[in-house]
């Protein structure tokens, strides 16, 4: 397979969409030179490809990262689909098919651009999964519990399962601001879904929910030691991206 067509594909930003942008590179036997959503401006001057999303051919895509390469390197590429690494389809669909050709080994190939790329892309992400399950706070909104998050990776569905086990009883929504991905968890049934949405309004919290979180800012604030307060430790520990949207921080 040569490089450098000179051509940008453009998907809907779906897992589905960008696996059928791998087997499109198959179909042309090149690599393009780009691949940008849909409604992303164009800004190139390259010929631009529509790659319709086929769940078909996406599984067919999908079964092969696990048979002809391995099945670690069908999880790096699932999960470095939720990154918010830079060329991050492209550096993809080089590693798939430098793993079509070297097998389970492409995935210790750490002087590799493209998988050094990667490997630190997943590390990033682990460290904000990790962040979010520690610092998301919940409101309760009447029927269910809601937390907004701002992540710079797609962490929503590596921490919706935590969630899901730790309140089990409970229905749970929490919506990705950043990326529009939500996620619903109704404790009947266990049911999980995920959607997408531009924003999500959230009723107000009632009455008894604004006094709790007003006790919560008041241990919050009570259990600090003033002679020991060290606001760099705390930054270090607790990054001041994720206060926005902390119970304890909202005054």
């Not at 779906?14 to 042309?28: H, P, S």
């Not at 389970?104 to 904000?128: C, G, M």
């Not at 962040?131 to 992540?151: K, N, Q, W």
Request: with cysteine; hydrophobic share 40%; aromatic share 12%.
């Amino acid at each position: 397979m040569s490089d450098g067509a000179n051509i940008v594909y453009r998907y809907d930003g779906t897992y589905q969409g960008f696996l059928c942008c791998v087997a499109q590179c198959f179909f042309d036997k090149k690599l393009p030179q780009g691949v940008q959503l849909l409604d992303e401006p164009q800004g190139t001057l390259f010929g631009i490809k529509a790659v319709d999303t086929d769940e078909r051919l996406a599984a067919r895509v999908e079964r092969s990262l696990s048979v002809r390469i391995s099945p670690l390197a069908q999880d790096m590429v699932r999960k470095g689909f939720l990154c918010c690494m830079e060329d991050k389809e492209l550096r993809l669909i080089r590693f798939i098919l430098k793993g079509y050709r070297n097998g389970a080994r492409v995935t210790k190939l750490r002087v590799d651009p493209d998988v050094h790329a990667i490997d630190k892309a997943l590390l990033y992400l682990k460290n904000e999964a990790h962040y979010h399950v520690e610092f998301m706070r919940f409101a309760d909104c009447g029927g269910f519990l809601a937390s907004m998050i701002t992540p710079n990776n797609m962490v929503l569905p590596l921490v919706a399962p935590h969630f899901c086990e730790r309140f089990n009883t409970e229905n749970l929504v929490i919506f990705d601001k950043t990326h529009g991905m939500g996620f619903v968890y109704q404790s009947a049934g266990r049911k999980r879904e995920f959607f997408q949405a531009d924003s999500l309004d959230l009723p107000e919290p009632s009455e008894e929910e604004t006094h709790f979180q007003e006790l919560w800012r008041l241990f919050y604030d009570t259990i600090a030691v003033e002679g020991r307060i060290n606001p760099a430790l705390r930054r270090g520990n607790m990054p001041m991206r994720y206060w926005q949207n902390m119970t304890e921080f909202q005054r």
